[in-house]
């Protein structure tokens, strides 16, 4: 009578290793750029949020709010502001390697207590890493605010 074993075999573990290791050798690149693009997509949904907290608090409060270029450049990232334009709100920094840059030399936009913007405005957000899209955000004068991607240069 003989008794089976059961359980595997050192040939057979050294292959299961060796097959994941091959998986993860072309899944960890793949990663990066997921990790990457999600903050991209992270960051894109704070300044969407700062952009809406700046209109909200206009027709909140019945006083402008105004979304400008901190530092009076949009590199530094954007800022919501008061009606005198001296209490930061809210600040969006940007990650190191991010850009942020408007289309125009425009630095600010207002929103009023009807939520209409002063003036219409587009941003254009970049990751430090190029091949990743970055996302391009267009104010309205209604202050509706659209966000498509964007292929950075």
């Known amino acids: 009578m003989s008794r089976q074993e059961k359980g595997f075999t050192l040939v057979e573990l050294m ?3 060796a097959v994941i290791g091959v998986i993860a050798v072309f899944a960890l690149p793949m990663f990066g750029d997921v990790v990457e693009r999600n903050r991209v997509v992270a960051k894109s ?3 969407v949020g700062a952009i809406a907290f700046a209109r909200t608090e206009a027709v909140k409060t019945g006083k402008a709010a105004y979304v400008e270029a901190t530092g009076g450049d949009w590199k530094n990232g954007l ?4 009606s005198k334009r001296t209490t930061t709100l809210r600040q969006v920094d940007l990650p190191k390697g991010y850009t942020l840059a408007a289309t125009t030399t425009t630095v600010a936009v207002g929103f009023d207590s009807t939520g209409f913007a002063s003036s219409t405005l587009t941003l254009r957000l970049c990751p430090a890493d190029k091949s990743i899209p970055g996302k391009e955000y267009s104010i309205a ?3 509706l605010v659209s966000v498509t ?3 950075c240069p």
């Open 79 to 82: 800022s919501v502001t008061d």
């Open 149 to 151: 991607s964007y292929t």
């Open 141 to 143: 004068k209604s202050g």
């Open 15 to 17: 292959m299961t290793l």
């Open 45 to 47: 949904n704070e300044i």
